[in-house]
């Protein structure tokens, strides 16, 4: 079985320094560490991304710590579920992880569980939220259109006499909703 070894340290201003990190990752005998000064807030971080197109199977990932990696709780869940899927081991030093012991294999499993306790809470809100608006009578989705306004909007348009501010103004339908039959109109003449 050939792995690989990489490292990843970040800090979150150009102005720290990464020396630290470094140090220890080299104390794991990484092939290859990628360094990063940018916030962890940033979902898109270049050097996170190529490592993740570097990855092999049962390749690992050293980094400090957690904090390294992301902020927030969600994005370290998604990271950490990214490195199991792709059957690459992750360690993390200052909290003493490694996904290839019995411990770090429980974790993941909490992990997981933390992962699918919140889509389940997000798609329970969303569902409390609509019954919610019902309940005031308010109903999801598109209004209703006046099709005696659209028909209207549509030959104003043609017409090339008005702005397409003017015949939003003159018809009280949205610009996109004008948009969306004029393509309508389009296709239908193709």
Known sequence: MNR???????????KQDLSRQIDLLKTYNCNEILTEKMTGTKSDRP?????KDKLRPHDVVVVESFSRLGRSTKDLIDLVNYFEEQDVKLISNKENF?????????????FQAFSQFERDLIVERTKEGLKSARARGRKGGRPKVNHK?????????????????????????SKATLYRYLNKDEIKSL
């Open 98 to 110: 490694d996904t290839s012991t019995p411990q770090g294999k429980l974790m993941m499993t909490v």
């Open 4 to 14: 690989y070894i990489y490292g990843y340290a970040r800090v979150s201003t150009r």
């Open 47 to 51: 050097e996170l991304n190529r490592l």
């Open 149 to 173: 306004n659209i028909s209207r909007a549509l030959n104003l348009y043609h017409t090339e006499e008005y702005s397409v501010k003017d015949i939003v103004d003159m018809t009280g339908i």
